[in-house]
């Protein structure tokens, strides 16, 4: 059975930071590669950033570029998502899910509880 923990959110002020964390059981982790999405209200579920198995590759939504890093630590089954200068826009619940890589990152249907992220401006 797998299971995904989202951790890390908060609230902050506009130009603040954060690091989420998304601990994975229940899969062969560094099979899998790893995305992050998030989800603002009233908004459809959007693709924030994903890694490969190794992560080696990262991919990242053209909004979040230059200020979001995504990496993983397979021997902790563990992806985290590195949010810098975050702007009130980037509130939302943030997911993390084992994705199938492409040119449209697709979940595996796989989701976390999510954890929340405030940006105040």
């Known amino acids: 059975q797998v299971q995904l923990v989202e951790s890390g959110g908060g609230s902050v002020q506009a130009g603040g930071s954060l690091r989420l964390s998304c601990a994975a059981v229940?899969?062969?982790?560094?099979?899998?590669?790893m995305g992050w999405f998030r989800q603002a209200p009233g908004k459809e579920r959007e693709f924030v950033a994903a890694?490969?198995?190794?992560?080696?590759?990262?991919d990242y939504a053209d909004s979040v570029k230059g200020r979001f890093s995504i990496s993983r630590d397979n021997a902790k089954n563990t992806v985290y998502l590195q949010m810098n200068s975050l702007k009130a826009e980037d509130t939302a619940v943030y997911y993390c899910?084992?994705?199938?890589?492409?040119?449209?990152?697709?979940?595996?249907?796989?989701w976390g509880q999510g954890t929340q992220v405030t940006v105040s401006s």
């Open positions: 229940g899969l062969t982790f560094s099979s899998y590669a």
């Open positions: 890694c490969s198995g190794s992560g080696i590759l990262t």
């Open positions: 899910t084992p994705i199938r890589w492409g040119g449209n990152m697709v979940s595996l249907g796989y």
